[in-house]
């Protein structure tokens, strides 16, 4: 169920135990903070709802800044979903909510529009109009109105602490192991299939070509993959991810090749995990000497994905 931070929430949502935060990625670290929410609402027979920020708050603050996204929000809705919350309840974050006090956040929002029973947040999550609000503040300003919190610390990996920053500086070195580590699952990419140039099916490996859109950029290159299709299969594959130098005009894309597959996909929401890094993107100047790559680049990852 997704609710609406504008409105009011609906009397059977309210009294609930709220897990407070972006949980872009959804990593172990946000996986912490929502199990504590989850049980915490068990304990106590009330219903446990997932919070999120949509568009992010870097992107009002920094409209220029590159894409960094590592879920959407129907990812972070199935995501919160499978870890055990009834609901997710999204932040619309511009002005107005910029704009907003500490004091109203916890008053007007967390109290009065969404009833909640008790907030769970990260030890550095901050809220209000200029980060004014940490949770030693939501505490203070929640006690009194009945607003139970608690506040999770940091998760580490390898005695560094797992975070979104780490987990995207992972992917643009093409290190999807370690991002894979971190998130708990391979990075995924979802997107509707389009048509492109159908070089690809010229070549004999015909794609499903996704546009990467609001997602972080991994590094340019071809991968192995996994694809998650609309009725719950799953087909390996190689992709190349990048603007594939070999063609003109160069075009920004994600085009998986799925082994042994010839279904139409055109139209069709589908997912793209990216399991292993196989070679960066490279400019070939003949079709031949590419297709003896595109082999290779297969048989690898057959390989890999065992």
């Not at 996204?69 to 309840?89: I, P, S, V």
């Not at 279904?263 to 793209?272: F, R």
Request: aromatic share 8%; proline share 5%; net charge negative.
């Amino acid at each position: 169920m997704r609710l609406s931070g504008q409105n009011r929430i609906a009397e059977n949502m309210r009294g609930a135990i709220i897990a407070l935060g972006n949980f872009d990625g959804f990593h172990k670290g946000h996986q912490t903070v929502a199990q504590t929410a989850i049980d915490w609402a068990k304990e106590e027979g009330r219903q446990a709802i997932i919070a999120t920020f949509d568009p992010h708050p870097v992107r009002h603050f920094q409209p220029d800044a590159p894409p960094f996204r590592l879920t959407t929000l129907n990812q972070r809705e199935r995501l919160f979903t499978a870890a055990g919350a009834d609901a997710m309840l999204v932040f619309e974050f511009g002005a107005e909510l910029a704009g907003t006090t500490a004091e109203d956040f916890v008053e007007k929002l967390m109290v009065e529009r969404f009833g909640a029973a008790g907030i769970v947040t990260g030890e550095d999550f901050t809220f209000g109009k200029g980060r004014a609000g940490n949770i030693e503040v939501m505490k203070q300003l929640g006690e009194p109105l009945g607003l139970a919190t608690k506040s999770v610390g940091p998760v580490s990996a390898n005695d560094e602490v797992i975070s979104s920053s780490r987990i995207r500086d992972a992917l643009k070195a093409g290190d999807c192991e370690t991002a894979t580590k971190l998130l708990t699952r391979p990075f995924a990419i979802e997107g509707t299939v389009i048509h492109g140039d159908k070089n690809g099916r010229k070549l004999g490996y015909p794609t499903a070509n996704i546009d990467i859109d609001h997602y972080l950029r991994p590094k340019y290159g071809i991968y192995a993959v996994k694809g998650r299709l609309p009725d719950g299969r799953v087909v390996n594959g190689a992709a190349n991810l990048g603007i594939r130098p070999t063609f003109d005009p160069p075009k920004e894309l994600l085009e998986p090749y799925f082994f042994d597959f010839s279904e139409d996909l055109y139209g069709q929401v589908i997912e793209v995990e990216l399991h292993h890094f196989l070679r960066g993107e490279k400019k070939f100047d003949e079709l031949d000497d590419l297709m003896a790559q595109m082999e290779k680049d297969c048989a690898k990852a057959r390989d890999m994905l065992g």
